[in-house]
């Protein structure tokens, strides 16, 4: 009985920072591959970012790459999302998901377990 729930998501001006987490409930551990996602208005469902278990692979999309920072903290069954020099064109709602069938990132990533999502809209 997985979950995944975001936190942190809100309205911040352009150039401003948000960190996002995505924190794994009911387990006591967890070994899977984590990213995140994110659906900006009228625009499809874009890969942002990829961690293995271990945290030694990363994968990002070239729209945030330099400016995102994805990491985790496995004690806490919590994925993090560092956002920095946040853009307009960053607003976008954005999902924690997990490759539950591996612990090691994925390009590009298979997600099969998804969060509901968290809004961030970046203002000019």
């Known amino acids: 009985q997985v979950q995944l729930v975001e936190s942190g998501g809100g309205m911040v001006q352009a150039g401003g920072s948000l960190r996002l987490s995505c924190a794994a409930s009911g387990r006591t551990s967890s070994s899977y591959a984590m990213g995140w996602f994110r659906q900006a208005p009228g625009k499809e469902l874009e890969f942002v970012a990829s961690?293995?278990?271990?945290?030694?692979?990363?994968y990002y999309a070239d729209s945030v790459k330099g400016r995102f920072t994805i990491s985790r903290d496995n004690a806490k069954n919590t994925v993090y999302l560092q956002m920095n020099s946040l853009r307009p064109e960053d607003t976008a709602v954005y999902y924690c998901a997990a490759d539950t069938t591996t612990r090691f990132a994925r390009n590009p990533f298979r997600a099969d377990l998804w969060g509901q999502g968290t809004q961030v809209i970046v203002s000019s």
């Open positions: 961690i293995s278990w271990s945290g030694q692979t990363t």
